[in-house]
Every structure is written in structure tokens, then in C-alpha cells.
């Protein structure tokens, strides 16, 4: 029998098996739960510590309970929490401003995830395509293991029928190619197409970077065609490959580009960024939301923005990818039967599994949690590393520590 106060408030102890009693079944969280945590440093209730290399799947880049942001959040909390949308304010007005200066971007929307930023994005992208072409140019491509959210549209968008199984009927004028092939990019994207959208590096679907002539004759295909390309960043995006967003590094501008995840370091904001021309199709009343522009999130993106987006601070990220580069190779050259060579940029970093052990990185992923070492998968085939762009020579050195002890009880097993 639940313990309740006279207010109704449940009193018990939480454990793991709570999430079992109490909350949609949607995910399969690990046994510990975290309590506490600073920098890249967590502990959970035994008080048991972790080395985290997961940042929240790429979100909280400066770290757990970052001083800088705890104060920017605790000043505006203490001024303004909430505005409705018929009002402005000055936080989304200055993080919208730091974001223009910063990128190709001439126009901001600002949401809450970055499953919202793309379906705005879409949504911009067929609005444009219907009032300048026509009703018939309304086809969106992507890309077949691709991820950009869990809406029913975007995971429709996503090209990954696990995600979307039992859901159906799917929404209508969907494409999916394979990605890096850029004749099955010329097949697929023809008159009545209004956007292209992909990621720069695949992220769930096994950290693979895009091909630099890839994403250039995408952008050349549009162009010829009139679809907007679309960038989802949402996951490589603030500095996560060692620029402030990664097409800074691909020699390619998209139309529109959507952020997200270490965009508010886990306070949740999304952003969408395009021009002023195709931003004009969006008129009042078009689309919206509650919470966009919330001066608490766009407090603590412009942080995070006026943090990372610094010279010095990109300089250390590529730094740091360099030396977690080089741990994982030499891992994967001493263990040839478990890994293969590793791959992504920055600091998102996926090491693929060997044939051996194909289907094995998430038990690779808790064989480390139990020596203290947090990391991600993509997919059943990758493990994922996606640490803090905080994270220190000490860390690094301690990860690929902790990598070495798990493997050589996860090959003997």
C-alpha cells in the first residue's frame, strides 16, 4: 500500500522497480538510477560512481550542473519564467540574434525537442513548395536508417520500420534512399519533391558520417529541382564535431538546419534556422507552440551558445576526438574479434562491432556500466561514445581504462 501524506502525495522509496509500477513502458532503463551528478562525474542512490560518456545522448555537453548555466538559469528564474506567444521577450530575442550571427540563418523558431524542430521544418518545407510550385510538389525524401524524432510524421520520416510498426497508416508522400548514394539521390528527387532532409552523420543509425560529395550533389540536386535541403542537427549540432554545427565542415549550406539536444545542455528547446525568404511562408498562425521561445530555455541556449561557439573551446573538442580516436583504433587493433575500426566526428563517435558480435554492443555497454564507465549504442552493431565536450585528458585516459577492463571480461564471456 502506497504511503501518502494528507495532500496525496506518494511517500514511498523510489527504486528501479517503480519505473516498472508507474510509468509507460516505453523505454528499458538501466537498474541504477542516478542521483547526483557534476561534470562528467554521476552518482546513483548506493553512491556508486560512473564516468559518463553519454551526456544524455549528446545533450548535456557542458557537463552535468555546469556553474555557468546553474547561475543563468537561477538569475531568470528569479525575473521572468513564462510569456504566451503574444508577447516576446529577451531571452529568445538575444539566443535568435547569437544564432543568426553564428551560422548561414536569417530567421529562428524555437520549439521544445528536436522531433518538434523537424516537423516544423517540414511542415515550413511543404508550406513553401505549395505556395511557389504548387500543390503537387509535396514529397519528402530521407534517408533509409535515418532518425529525426518520434511525432508520427517524423518517425514516418525516419527510415527505420522498427520505429513505426503498429502505427500505421503512415502519413502519405514519404521517400527513403540509401544513404551516401548519390545515384539513388538523383532516382528519387524529381519535380515534385519539397524537401530533402538528412543528418550530416547518421546518429542512431550507427554514427556514419555523411560523404562531403554526397551532401554537395544533394545540395546540387535541390537546386536544380527547387526542394529545400534540410540539415537535422539535432544531434551533431553546438559543437558536437568541432564546429559550432557540422555543415560548417561539409562545404555544403542547407535551406533549413534544426538543433536541438546540447542546444539547452538538457533543458528541453529546439530551434529551427533557415532564411528570410523561405521564413516568410510561415505567417502568423501557421504554426506555433506553448512553450517555444521560453525565456528559461532561451536563457540557457544563448550560454550555451556564447560557451561553445568560441575558437579556443571548438579547438579543444577536436582535440579531444583526436585522443578518444586514437584510444579506440588501438582498441580496436588489440581486440581485432570484437570491434572494427572507429568512426564519426568530433565527439560523436561510433565503434562498430566485429562479426563475431554482431547484436553485442549493448551488452559491450553494460558490461562498462558495471565498472563504472556510462556509454550509448546505435543500433544492435555500435557502440556510441558521446562525452561532454568538457571532457578532460584524465577522463579520456580513465574511459579507455575502463573499455580495456570490461572487454577482456566481455570476449572471455
Not at 126 to 152: D, E, M, N, Q, W
Not at 252 to 265: C, E, F, Y
Not at 396 to 410: G, S, W
Request: charged share 20%; glycine share 10%; with cysteine.
Amino acid at each position: 500500500m502506497n504511503a501518502k501524506l494528507d495532500s496525496g502525495v506518494t511517500t514511498r522509496p523510489v527504486t528501479r522497480q517503480t519505473f516498472d509500477e508507474v510509468l509507460v513502458p516505453t523505454y528499458a532503463p538501466a537498474e541504477m538510477i542516478p542521483v547526483r551528478a557534476s561534470g562528467l562525474d554521476v552518482w546513483d542512490q548506493q553512491g556508486k560512481h560512473y564516468l559518463d560518456f553519454t551526456s544524455g545522448i549528446a545533450v548535456s555537453s557542458l557537463g552535468h550542473a555546469n556553474p555557468k548555466l546553474v547561475a543563468a538559469l537561477t538569475e531568470q528564474a528569479n525575473t521572468v519564467w513564462h510569456l504566451g506567444n503574444g508577447y516576446t521577450n529577451e531571452p529568445v530575442l538575444r539566443l535568435a540574434s547569437a544564432l543568426i550571427d553564428a551560422t548561414f540563418a536569417e530567421r529562428a523558431f524555437f520549439c521544445n525537442s528536436g522531433a518538434e524542430a523537424n516537423e516544423a521544418a517540414l511542415k515550413l518545407a511543404r508550406k513553401y513548395a505549395h505556395t511557389k510550385f504548387g500543390p503537387h510538389k509535396s514529397r519528402i525524401v530521407s534517408c533509409l536508417s535515418s532518425f529525426h524524432g518520434r511525432t508520427l510524421f517524423t518517425v514516418s520520416v525516419g527510415g527505420q520500420p522498427k520505429y513505426t510498426e503498429g502505427f500505421e497508416p503512415l502519413p502519405p508522400g514519404l521517400n527513403h534512399i540509401p544513404y551516401n548514394d548519390i545515384e539513388a539521390a538523383r532516382a528519387a528527387i524529381t519535380d515534385d519533391v519539397a524537401a530533402v532532409i538528412v543528418e550530416p552523420i547518421q546518429g542512431e543509425g550507427g554514427v556514419i558520417p555523411g560523404n562531403p560529395d554526397y551532401l554537395k550533389a544533394l545540395r546540387e540536386i535541390c537546386d536544380q529541382t527547387g526542394a529545400l535541403l534540410v540539415f537535422d542537427e539535432v544531434q551533431s549540432g553546438v559543437g558536437r564535431t568541432g564546429t559550432l554545427y557540422a555543415y560548417e565542415q561539409m562545404g555544403v549550406q542547407p535551406d533549413i538546419l534544426t538543433s536541438a539536444k546540447a542546444l539547452g545542455n538538457g533543458y528541453p528547446i529546439g530551434a529551427m534556422l533557415t532564411t528570410t525568404e523561405i521564413a516568410q511562408h510561415f505567417n502568423v498562425g501557421a504554426h506555433g507552440t506553448t512553450y517555444g521561445g521560453n525565456p528559461l530555455a532561451a536563457t540557457i541556449g544563448l550560454t550555451v551558445v556564447e560557451t561553445i561557439n568560441q575558437p579556443a573551446f571548438l579547438e579543444r573538442v577536436r582535440e579531444a576526438s583526436g585522443k578518444i580516436f586514437a584510444n579506440l583504433n588501438k582498441l580496436a587493433a588489440d581486440y581485432p574479434q570484437v570491434f572494427g575500426q572507429a568512426r564519426g566526428m568530433g565527439l560523436l563517435i561510433g565503434l562498430p562491432m566485429a562479426d563475431g558480435f554482431k547484436g553485442r554492443a549493448k551488452d559491450f555497454t553494460k558490461a562498462c556500466e558495471k565498472l563504472g564507465l556510462m556509454l550509448l549504442i546505435a543500433g544492435p552493431d555500435v557502440v556510441r561514445l558521446a562525452p561532454a565536450l568538457v571532457v578532460s585528458d584524465e577522463q579520456i585516459v580513465e574511459a579507455d581504462r575502463l573499455m580495456r577492463a570490461a572487454v577482456a571480461q566481455f570476449a572471455n564471456a
